[in-house]
């Protein structure tokens, strides 16, 4: 017998005329390219989606087909987000810090029809749109007066004036709730990046379980700073979550560096902010040495790489502000765990809680996890034993777009790569990629652990460890270290830092000073450019 309940597909357009509706007057503010700030409502947003969508049956895009974004976050970006994924398009959200060939590579993977983007990347729309023959029109994010007249790009358009003759009334179309919504390629560090294609189900079913409370637990009090961009996994879903929360929006287009985000959480109120650690870091680095505070900022995700307990502290201590330190991977539409404590730990010590706060954190429903040993077998939640985690869940992918690299499943479950414990109270903590663990003698060192340590030390603004090969242990770890402008820290004090904070044997055997370490295109280490660039090195003997 079937329940008696009204059955709807869940539609990423219902979240917008949600907003609509209950949260009109709720504002969105943007720092734009130009430099100045834009603000509109959620019923501007909407009445704008329903033009994109208008704009898109007028180039006579069809179902399913794929509309690209190079784009800052911003509110026509956000448009964009609702009017071709609510029109039954794919938003292809592209990230523009990719080398320009890999550009090329997905967008005519992806079949990409149309491709919006801000005005800050017409030099690469200049350098790959000749190899790009499936994209009939490409639409720059701009006022009409904006448009340079010797683009050189054919179909060019700008985005207002696309938008502008179409009428601001769409009945947005209902459909399978397991239609694909929007497409985002994984970072592809080796090999060729792949599609991962989410459906309007699984993004919706996302957003509900990021306004979770031991999640961002949004709200229509919030006023939301997603630095994380939209190009990457969708800003970890918050477009989505905060259309159904209506909370205040605020997008910080291309000024990402300390003082301008500061700013824009102080002038904007923000309460609750995004972002992966490089950013932060470069946050603080702004607020300390110039004395300042936060009047309302209480709390933050971050994710993307480990967060060091350094900064944890920093926040809390010196701002007030928690840290809900999260973990996630393109192929979960992110979100896999997240860190906030549970009521048996209220009276821990703070060092206890600190300790605790610093894993990777809880999963929430909706995400199940587990850690298998090499042969696929299930290794216990004892917080020491490490495996290979593998996770599964209504909103992580079961296959690639195009089926690219087969199925990736093994009996159900999606192996993340990543090397993790878990605690007798659920929490899972990240050692490592599983290609970056360090073994030692047979023993595997994190080298994330490794990096938080040194990150600890004042005058160390960031570290990457690497194993190097030694003929005795196999492989022992080293450091790369940059310093903070500045500081000095020699290794030897450098190495004395690591005494009492972790095993001896799993002290670096050497500190490398750089001056930078390379990024990949979503902020990550590249450890793999990093080794190269350190082939030639030699243990010190
Ligand atoms: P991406 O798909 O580009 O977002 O990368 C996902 C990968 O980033 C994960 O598989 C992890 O290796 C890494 N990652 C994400 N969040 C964290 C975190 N909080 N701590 C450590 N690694 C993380």
């Given at each position: 017998m079937l329940g008696l309940m009204q059955s709807q597909p869940l539609l990423i357009s219902s979240l917008i005329e949600f907003a609509e509706r209950h949260h009109g007057s709720a504002e969105i503010v943007s720092r734009r390219v130009e430099g100045d700030l834009h603000r509109y409502t959620y019923k501007d947003a909407a009445k704008r989606s329903r033009q994109v969508a208008n704009a898109l049956d007028g180039l006579k895009i069809g179902f399913s087909e794929r509309v690209a974004t190079l784009a800052w976050n911003g509110y026509r970006h956000l448009e964009l987000y609702y009017g071709v994924s609510g029109s039954g398009r794919v938003l292809h959200t592209v990230n523009p810090r990719l080398h320009p060939d890999q550009i090329v590579w997905i967008t005519n993977h992806a079949e990409d029809q149309v491709l919006c983007f801000d005005m800050t990347f017409l030099p690469i729309v200049q350098a790959v749109h000749a190899r790009c023959?499936?994209?009939k029109r490409w639409v720059a994010?701009?006022?009409?007066?904006?448009?340079?007249?010797?683009?050189?790009?054919?179909n060019l358009v700008s985005y207002e004036a696309w938008i502008a003759g179409h009428a601001t009334t769409y009945a947005w179309p209902m459909f399978d709730e397991n239609t694909a919504s929007s497409l985002c390629y994984t970072s592809g560090t080796t090999g060729n990046p792949k599609g991962v294609l989410y459906s309007h189900r699984s993004t919706i079913l996302h957003a509900y379980a990021a306004c979770l409370p031991d999640v961002m637990c949004l709200s229509a009090r919030d006023s939301v700073?997603?630095?994380?961009?939209?190009?990457?996994?969708?800003?970890?879903g918050i477009p989505y979550s905060a259309a159904m929360t209506g909370c205040k929006l605020v997008f910080p287009g291309p000024a990402l560096d300390g003082k301008s985000v500061y700013e824009l959480i102080e002038s904007e109120q923000v309460t609750f902010a995004a972002g992966v650690p490089t950013v932060w870091q470069m946050l603080l680095g702004h607020m300390k040495p110039n004395k300042l505070h936060f009047s309302v900022l209480n709390r933050t995700v971050i994710g993307g790489s480990a967060c060091p307990p350094a900064m944890i502290s920093a926040f809390k201590d010196d701002y007030g502000v928690s840290v809900l330190h999260g973990w996630g991977m393109t192929e979960m539409s992110p979100l896999g765990t997240v860190c906030t404590l549970k009521n048996s730990h209220l009276a821990l010590s703070k060092d206890e809680q600190l300790k605790i706060l610093s894993k990777q954190g809880r999963s929430f429903f909706g995400v199940d996890m587990k850690i298998v040993d090499s042969a696929g077998k299930e290794l216990p939640w004892d917080g020491k034993t490490y495996g290979d985690l593998y996770v599964k869940g209504p909103w992580i992918l079961r296959e690639y777009f195009k089926d690219?690299?087969?199925?990736?499943?093994?009996e159900g479950w999606f192996p993340t790569g990543d090397v993790a414990t878990i605690d007798t109270d659920a929490y899972m903590q990240i050692t490592d990629r599983s290609k970056d663990v360090i073994k030692s003698g047979g023993e595997w060192i994190s080298s994330i652990d490794i990096e938080n340590i040194a990150v600890g030390h004042p005058a160390v603004a960031m570290a990457a460890c690497i194993g190097v090969a030694h003929p005795k242990w196999d492989e022992r770890p080293i450091i790369a270290v940059v310093k903070r402008p500045g500081m000095d820290v020699s290794r030897e004090e450098l190495l004395k830092f690591y005494e009492g904070k972790t095993a001896k044997w799993q002290i670096p055997d050497d500190v490398v000073f750089v001056d930078a370490i390379p990024l990949g295109a979503?902020?990550?280490?590249l450890k793999t450019r990093l080794r190269a660039i350190l082939k030639d090195y030699k243990l010190p003997v």
């Open positions: 023959p499936t994209v994010l701009c006022d009409a007066d904006k448009l340079p007249a010797d683009s050189g790009i054919p700073l997603p630095v994380v961009p939209m190009f990457h996994v969708n800003a970890w690219d690299g087969g199925d990736p499943l093994v979503t902020g990550k280490m």
